[in-house]
């Protein structure tokens, strides 16, 4: 347990095994309770980060993530990890990651759940990838907290991508939003990790309430499961910077889409444009 206040992690913070790390923060909202000032790994994007919570039954909770390095006034970003690296049967909840380079990484994360996040990740927000178990994203938000109206905002409207899925089997998100980055929701193939025997792919799963305001491209499909993505209820406006569009399907794609009751308004170039697949 961490009560409220303000701590300077000049390293990495690991979590062993069935254990929480529990603060006091509590969203929506930002920072405020117990607020974690990380400093390891600057410069680099790889590596460990602030927490690594990839034991097995981790959990973090409760906690705020800032970057006193980080300048909203500066062209880039500075360089970090993941402010959280996640492991299987994780349960992340209650996080602000208010200028986190790059947010939450749930590579390997096997039913792991993710809920209640806010924040503005500059690089990447949440990225799933090689988890053969459900995960389940639940409740995020991010929004230009940290570079609104600041010189750093065109950099991540130019550059940041709020979610991304590799291989992820049966992935479960609900009621995520976006605003301001250059790609909603990214679906790739992934490649293996043998020395871990992670074999790579592709997502299937479903999709409901999803939003992406102000971004270049809502739904950047390079590649899907053959059995399919499922969006429902989902609101895209895709007007954030040049070459926008609401759905876009590159050359390779070898899946399937499909969008129910989705609406897409202030399309300022291409609404859907399919390449492949």
Do not use: M
């Not at 405020?32 to 973090?60: E, H, M, Q, Y």
């Not at 062209?75 to 349960?91: T, W």
């Not at 491209?217 to 895709?238: C, H, K, M, R, Y």
């Not at 926008?244 to 989705?262: A, E, K, M, P």
Request: proline fraction near 5%.
């Amino acid at each position: 347990f961490a009560p409220a206040g303000r701590y300077l992690i000049a390293g990495s913070l690991e979590i062993p095994a069935h254990t929480t790390l529990s603060g006091e923060y509590r969203g929506p909202g930002r920072q405020r309770g117990t607020v974690l000032l990380s400093t390891f790994g600057k410069g680099r994007a790889d590596g460990p980060g602030c927490i690594v919570a990839t034991a097995g039954g981790c959990g973090v909770r409760g906690i705020c993530i800032e970057y006193p390095d980080q300048s909203a006034e500066a062209a880039e970003p500075v360089p970090f990890p993941y402010a959280i690296q996640a492991g299987p049967d994780a349960r992340i909840e209650e996080i602000f990651l208010y200028n986190a380079y790059q947010g939450i990484n749930l590579d390997g994360a096997h039913a792991s759940l993710v809920r209640n996040i806010w924040g503005e990740p500059l690089k990447t927000g949440i990225h799933a990838d090689h988890i053969y178990d459900i995960c389940r994203i639940e409740n995020v938000h991010f929004w230009p907290y940290f570079t609104l109206n600041r010189p750093l905002r065109g950099w991540v409207q130019a550059n940041g991508v709020a979610f991304e899925f590799g291989r992820s089997d049966w992935q479960y998100t609900f009621n995520t939003f976006c605003y301001g980055y250059r790609v909603g929701y990214r679906f790739f193939a992934s490649r293996e990790v043998k020395e871990k025997a992670y074999p790579g792919g592709l997502t299937n799963g479903n999709f409901v309430g999803i939003g992406a305001d102000c971004v270049g491209v809502a739904l950047d499909v390079q590649d899907s499961f053959n059995i399919g993505i499922s969006i429902t209820n989902g609101e895209f406006a895709p007007f954030g910077g040049t070459n926008c569009y609401g759905l876009l399907l590159h050359d390779g794609n070898s899946g399937n889409i499909t969008l129910v009751n989705c609406n897409f308004w202030a399309v300022a170039e291409t609404l859907a444009e399919v390449r492949g697949g």
